[in-house]
Every structure is written in structure tokens, then in C-alpha cells.
């Protein structure tokens, strides 16, 4: 059993998503209150209690579907494994042997992906995953068959020492 050289666990911590998302759902607390409670003519009723109930059921699904929202990485000696909870439920595990380069890059999220989350380009930008915790700098990995992956990373500092140790230790053998 191997021991982990690097985990990472990343969440949504834009306060401008949280904001946006936390105020939404405090609109629609506040009609149905209103509606019911405060309001006392019927006739002045926009939506009925069903209809405004189905409403302020989508922002709150969002919100905690955001909350949910997790990219876990690991890096050993046997290689990386990484998850996006929810839009991946399974842990995919790639082994050194599958790749023909890995080093940390920086990347433009909007520029390069068009947004932050779980994104599937070009061939000729592959895969990204990150968070809003990611920042700019990612784990850009370079598979033999020419896909392309890159992992968004808080700790980046952290991830170059790990990824260094393990090319000293000849674990991995390209330039990181």
C-alpha cells in the first residue's frame, strides 16, 4: 500500500458565486413568506403556492448542488488519481506509464476553457478540471496516446516538490 505523497481537496470559494447564489434563494425565502404570511389579499398574489414553491426550488437545488462540489487529487509513486464530485462519481487513476509528460503550467480558465468546473476542449487544449480555489496554475498531463489533461491546483508550490521527489527517486523520468 502506497503511501500519498500529495492530496489536494478543492471546493467553489468564489464569494461572488456564493453571494450571488446565498441572495437568490434569500428572494424567493422572502416571497413565500410574504405570499403567505404577510400579504393578505389574494388578488395580489402573482403565483400560487406551487408555482412559486417549484421556483424557489431551482436556485435552492443549485445551491446545494455548488456546495457539493469537490476536485480531489492525489499524486504517489504509482501515479495521479483524481475525482470531480458530482459530475464524476468514480476515481480515475492514471499511472506514470500512460503519460509522456507531466509539469505545472500557468492557464487563462476563461481564455483557454471558457470557465471554471469540468471542461472537455479541443484536442489541442484537452480536459480541464479545476475550481475556483485552482487559481491559474494546473497539472498539465501529456498522455502517450495524445490526450491532454489539466488539473487546477491551489498548492502548487507543494505539488512541484512532490512531483520533483518522485523524479529524483526515479519514479518518473521526464524534466517536471
Excluded at 501515479?79 to 476515481?91: A, D, K, L, V
Excluded at 494546473?138 to 505539488?159: H, S, W
Aim: hydrophobic share 45%; charged share 20%; proline share 2%.
Amino acid at each position: 500500500m502506497n503511501a500519498i505523497e500529495f492530496k489536494e481537496t478543492q471546493r467553489v470559494t468564489n464569494w461572488l458565486i456564493w453571494a450571488l447564489l446565498i441572495g437568490i434563494n434569500i428572494f424567493f425565502a422572502y416571497a413565500i413568506v410574504y405570499q403567505n404570511f404577510l400579504e393578505t389579499s389574494f388578488a395580489k398574489r402573482i403565483f400560487t403556492n406551487a408555482q412559486l414553491s417549484l421556483i424557489a426550488f431551482l436556485p435552492l437545488t443549485l445551491l446545494v448542488l455548488v456546495y457539493s462540489v469537490r476536485l480531489e487529487t492525489c499524486v504517489n509513486e504509482k501515479g495521479i488519481s483524481y475525482s470531480f464530485y458530482p459530475m464524476q462519481r468514480n476515481t480515475v487513476f492514471i499511472e506514470w506509464e500512460e503519460l509522456s509528460n507531466v509539469y505545472l503550467r500557468k492557464y487563462n480558465t476563461i481564455k483557454e476553457f471558457g470557465g471554471r468546473g469540468y471542461f472537455a476542449n479541443t484536442t489541442k487544449l484537452g480536459k480541464v478540471l479545476n475550481t475556483s480555489a485552482s487559481g491559474n496554475i494546473g497539472l498539465q498531463l501529456e498522455f502517450k496516446d495524445g490526450r491532454l489533461l489539466l488539473i487546477g491546483t491551489a498548492k502548487p508550490e507543494e505539488l512541484k516538490k512532490v512531483l520533483d521527489k518522485l523524479m529524483l527517486e526515479g519514479k518518473i523520468g521526464w524534466k517536471v
